[in-house]
């Protein structure tokens, strides 16, 4: 569903992204790892079109979207959920969760879908609140829901469980793990918590440097030391 071929990417004269090659299939969660600074959010942003390449290929179902605009790629099927959630903090949560249907027409707009609220019930029950007053887990799930308002085909996680209790860092897995199982969506998840991405990934790659240096399935993570790479 989602591919990316040979990208490269510079700030100044400094090479962040290196020839990264990338594919995201529908049905499945692509677990992207790394430790810090090593460009995984950075290519996350040239995926929607926040940061610009300088050099090779970004498509989303066989078409090239590399010149899109991010308002185009997310009305095309890209929902991003930003590390550190950015929600909008004086907004109520029906409020935010709507600012996710806002490609959608008119008609559509105006009503959250209901299964936003059967995956994370806290919403429902705090619709009327504002956003900045909810916990940084909430606001998290709050995050999440508004990506998935908008019903992408390819569903973007930066950090999800950064700075998150451990009994909503549950709640999320339990719902990245059903939108998987559905199989009408493919999901990029990019991760530190080793953990958390293992219990998930069907496919990982490990960046460092700016280049791809392991990739393989989920089940053989564990045997080919992927924890180990994280902790060098």
Same mark, same amino acid.
């Given at each position: 569903?989602?591919?990316?071929?040979?990208? #490269?990417?510079?700030?100044?004269?400094?090479?962040?992204?290196? *020839?990264?090659?990338?594919? $995201?299939?529908?049905?499945? &969660?692509?677990?992207?790892?790394?430790?810090?600074? &090593?460009?995984?959010?950075?290519?996350?942003?040239?995926?929607?079109?926040?940061?610009?390449?300088?050099?090779?290929?970004?498509?989303?179902?066989? !078409?090239?979207?590399?010149?899109?605009?991010?308002?185009?790629?997310?009305?095309?099927?890209?929902?991003?959920? =930003?590390?550190?959630?950015?929600? /909008? =903090? %004086?907004?109520?949560?029906?409020?935010? @969760?709507?600012?996710?249907? *806002?490609?959608?027409?008119?008609?559509?707009?105006?009503?959250?879908?209901?299964?936003?609220? *059967?995956? /994370?019930?806290?919403?429902?029950?705090? !619709?009327? %609140?504002?956003?900045? #007053?909810?916990?940084?887990?909430?606001?998290?799930?709050?995050?999440?829901?508004?990506?998935?308002?908008?019903?992408?085909?390819?569903?973007?996680?930066?950090?999800?469980?950064?700075?998150?209790?451990?009994?909503?860092?549950?709640?999320?897995? %339990? $719902?990245?793990?059903?939108?998987?199982? %559905?199989? #009408?969506?493919?999901?990029?998840? &990019?991760?530190?918590?080793?953990? /958390?991405?293992?219990?998930?990934? #069907?496919?990982?790659? &490990?960046?460092?440097?700016?280049?791809?240096?392991?990739?393989?399935?989920?089940?053989?993570?564990?045997?080919?030391?992927?924890?180990? @790479?994280?902790?060098?």
């Amino acid at each position: 569903m989602l591919v990316v071929r040979a990208l #490269d990417h510079y700030y100044g004269s400094s090479h962040t992204l290196r *020839a990264v090659e990338l594919q $995201v299939p529908m049905g499945g &969660v692509t677990a992207l790892l790394g430790r810090n600074g &090593v460009g995984k959010t950075t290519l996350l942003k040239c995926i929607m079109g926040l940061e610009p390449v300088r050099a090779g290929r970004i498509e989303l179902d066989g !078409r090239d979207i590399t010149a899109l605009r991010p308002e185009r790629r997310a009305a095309i099927g890209l929902g991003y959920v =930003p590390q550190g959630r950015e929600i /909008f =903090p %004086r907004l109520t949560v029906e409020e935010n @969760l709507r600012m996710g249907l *806002a490609s959608k027409s008119a008609g559509e707009a105006r009503q959250v879908p209901e299964e936003i609220y *059967a995956m /994370f019930p806290v919403l429902h029950q705090m !619709r009327g %609140r504002r956003g900045g #007053d909810l916990s940084g887990g909430q606001q998290q799930q709050l995050a999440i829901g508004r990506a998935l308002a908008m019903k992408p085909r390819v569903l973007i996680l930066d950090e999800p469980t950064e700075g998150i209790q451990p009994s909503i860092i549950k709640d999320i897995e %339990r $719902v990245i793990r059903s939108l998987a199982q %559905r199989g #009408d969506m493919a999901i990029l998840l &990019v991760e530190q918590y080793y953990d /958390f991405a293992q219990s998930l990934a #069907d496919h990982y790659l &490990v960046l460092n440097r700016g280049v791809v240096v392991k990739s393989g399935s989920g089940e053989s993570m564990q045997s080919e030391n992927v924890r180990g @790479l994280l902790a060098v």
